[in-house]
């Protein structure tokens, strides 16, 4: 982990470089003159890297998420938990020494899984492992009996939809990637609910499974009922689909005790290092401090939130004081839709021509091998020189794209963005 907070940290770098990554393409300084102006970073690159690598900072940020994610736990958005989380990082970062640390509000969804549980009634008893989705609703008191339908795709749920009506759906998609396959999961129960069933159980987007179902957020849609819907582990997918291929008839029951409360305050949490020429001009590091409720929430997003906390610390230890002002925010209420993010959007939005760069960590803190990247072709070449100065740590690589539910509102209006990419 300490190697993927110097890529977000290196690319800090950019704000000495004039206005490089400016929107609209105008660049005061030829590409040559930038090339070398980065390149005069070198020595500064070098201490970094040795501060974080070989120094008092080396393992500093995975030992601070391991006592915070150790003494709060799972932050579901409208806990407890992320209430003191949120306390416990104001603290900590004022603590750092950074500065124009603050709170700011948001109001976020607060849903609770309540009790759940499934069992294969037929061809046999069988307990089936599942983990309600995000802010679905729950069953009848008495649970949900019904048939199965297993189905591999939207299409096939579609053409078979006369045999689905009154049955609970299990999709048994295969996997291809996660931004790909997790359609399944956000859309499973609004398309069965079309076709007339009664509850949808999504087979986890996960390319390995250990019998363990993945939660994640899911999405109604007004105009079509809300059924219960779950996801189950890869073993039991496949399972009653090689039952279905047979011709055997599965039944299932299902209960689901999810409530939804009304939204709950909830808050961003903000510090900065202000910068010493442009200090109105942002540069934007970021990860979610918000979790679900079945895990500690270390690795999504307490190492994203931690990495981009590290990055202001190790510019603060070395007695920098970039020319832009670096701002971190520990988004709130992410799992359920970026809503922090989109309320901090909201909020800043008339500002928009203030910040020059927006970076977002939210893909597991392992060992990085570079940055995804949207933006202008110009800055593009001007990011892949910056990276160069990450050839230490062996993550100089440029991608397309820098997808990110925090920051997507923000690129959509033309800032540059950044996402971190690892190697698995």
């Known amino acids: 982990m300490k190697y993927l907070f110097l890529v977000f940290l290196m690319n800090l770098l950019s704000q000495y470089a004039g206005k490089p990554l400016r929107r609209g393409g105008s660049y005061p300084k030829s590409f040559e003159d930038i090339k070398n102006e980065i390149a005069g970073y070198t020595d500064i690159a070098k ?42 990082m104001f603290s900590a970062l004022q603590k750092d020494g950074l500065e124009n640390v603050h709170l700011e509000p948001v109001k976020v969804p607060h849903w609770e899984r309540g009790e759940e549980f499934a069992m294969m009634l037929e061809p046999r008893n069988q307990s089936i492992a599942i ?33 689905a009506k009154g049955k609970i759906v299990v999709y ?53 009922p809300q059924i219960p819907t779950a996801c189950i582990s890869v073993e039991d997918a496949e399972m009653m689909s090689r039952m279905s291929l047979r011709g055997t008839k599965i039944v299932v029951h299902l209960k689901m005790g999810a409530k939804t409360y009304p939204d709950s305050p909830s808050f961003n949490t903000v510090a900065e290092i202000v910068g010493s020429k442009y200090p109105e001009q942002i540069v934007l590091v970021s990860g979610h401090l918000d979790s679900w409720d079945v895990g500690q ?43 922090g993010a989109k309320q901090y959007y909201q909020l800043h939005k008339e500002n928009i021509s203030n910040f020059d760069i927006v970076m977002e960590s939210d893909e597991g803190t392992f060992k990085p091998s570079g940055l995804g990247f949207t933006g202008s072709a110009k800055a593009r070449e001007i990011v892949k020189e910056i990276m160069t100065l990450l050839l ?25 963005g950044f996402r971190h990419l690892r190697k698995t």
């Open 172 to 224: 048994n998609e295969p996997f291809i990637s996660y931004g790909e396959t997790v359609q399944y999961r956000v859309r499973g129960a609004v398309e069965a609910a079309k076709v007339g069933a009664v509850a949808s159980l999504i087979r986890s987007i996960t390319s390995f499974s250990i019998h363990s179902p993945h939660t994640g957020g899911q999405s109604y849609q007004p105009d079509v």
């Open 131 to 163: 983990l309600g989705l995000g802010n679905s609703v729950a069953t009848p008191p008495e649970g949900i009996t019904a048939e199965v339908i297993v189905v591999t795709s939207f299409d096939e749920l579609h053409k078979r939809s006369q045999e």
């Open 47 to 88: 201490a970094i890297i040795d501060l974080a690598v070989h120094g008092k900072a080396q393992n500093r940020s995975y030992e601070r998420l391991a006592v915070f994610a150790d003494t709060i736990g799972p932050r579901l958005s409208g806990s407890k938990n992320l209430d003191a989380a949120i306390k416990y």
């Open 297 to 339: 929430g270390a690795m999504d997003d307490g190492g994203g939130a931690f990495i981009s906390w590290e990055a202001l610390s190790l510019i603060k230890d070395l007695g920098l004081r970039p020319k832009r002002t670096l701002r971190l925010v520990l988004w709130t209420g992410e799992e359920q839709g970026g809503i």
């Open 392 to 416: 230490p740590i062996n993550a100089t690589d440029v991608y397309d794209n820098a997808d990110g539910t925090d920051i997507d509102y923000w690129m959509r209006d033309g800032v540059p």
